[in-house]
């Protein structure tokens, strides 16, 4: 039983280089997000996708783009990656958007120098 | 706008000692709220929820009951382990949106 995956599990990028984090899920849930976790910060919504087609800006979506690609997946690029960028990225999924709770996926530990 | 407030950790105990991490919150309306687990290098599992006031989540030995009269959602559990030592975070949901706490990192020793 997956659940949700990303890949990949660790990175690291020179400032300015660009890359694309995936995240698929297996449950035929209607609603993905992607967060970013800080030392201090708890989780942070960079982007969500309440349902396919659709994508909405979190808290912190600055220097980040995403795409649905289809139900099961939603990726997201950074474009020219910048040391304010390092993180651990986490991809979730709900059956619905609200009121439901949140899959995880095991993150994308990224570094960038 | 809405929000979670969580004790600063790290909380530490001895193995079989009484747990308590407090939550408090702050929401217009009636939000479901959440407790989460993250175990070191994975990602967040859900241990227990509440929907409405006066539900009390559990799951695994912890408990935590949905009090509007003091905006609260306190975890708790009666005998620690070593192997729930991990960063917990309490987190709403209301009209939209999951807003977690900054995490609390529970530290258990035998």
């Known amino acids: 039983n997956a659940g949700v995956t990303q890949t990949p599990k660790f990175q690291v990028l020179k400032t300015g280089q660009s890359m694309t984090l995936q995240c698929a899920q297996d449950?035929?849930?209607?609603?993905m997000y992607w967060y970013r976790q800080d030392p201090g910060m708890g989780l942070r919504l960079i982007y969500y996708s309440a349902s396919e087609g659709t994508t909405d800006k979190g808290e912190v979506p600055n220097g980040y783009n995403v795409s649905r690609l289809n139900k099961r997946e939603f990726s997201l690029r950074l474009e020219s990656a910048a040391p304010s960028q390092t993180s651990v990225y986490f991809c979730?999924?709900?059956?619905?958007?609200?009121?439901?709770?949140?899959?995880f996926g095991d993150g994308t530990r990224l570094s960038i120098l | 706008g809405d929000s979670v407030t969580q004790m600063e950790g790290p909380v530490t105990l001895s193995e079989e000692a009484f747990l308590t991490i407090n939550c408090t919150y702050t929401?217009?309306?009636?939000?479901?709220l959440f407790w989460y687990v993250q175990y070191p290098g994975e990602g967040l599992q859900l241990l227990l929820k509440?929907?409405?006031?006066?539900d009390k989540g559990s799951n695994k030995g912890f408990e935590a009951t949905y009090r509007k009269e003091t905006t609260s959602f306190h975890l708790e559990k009666g005998s620690v382990q070593v192997s729930d030592s991990a960063v917990y975070f309490c987190?709403?949901?209301?009209?939209?949106?999951?807003?977690f706490g900054t995490g609390t990192r529970l530290q258990v020793f035998p």
């Open positions: 979730a999924s709900s059956e619905l958007f609200v009121g439901q709770p949140q899959h």
């Open positions: 929401a217009t309306g009636y939000p479901s």
């Open positions: 449950m035929n849930h209607n609603s």
């Open positions: 509440a929907t409405k006031a006066d």
């Open positions: 987190a709403l949901t209301n009209t939209d949106k999951l807003i």
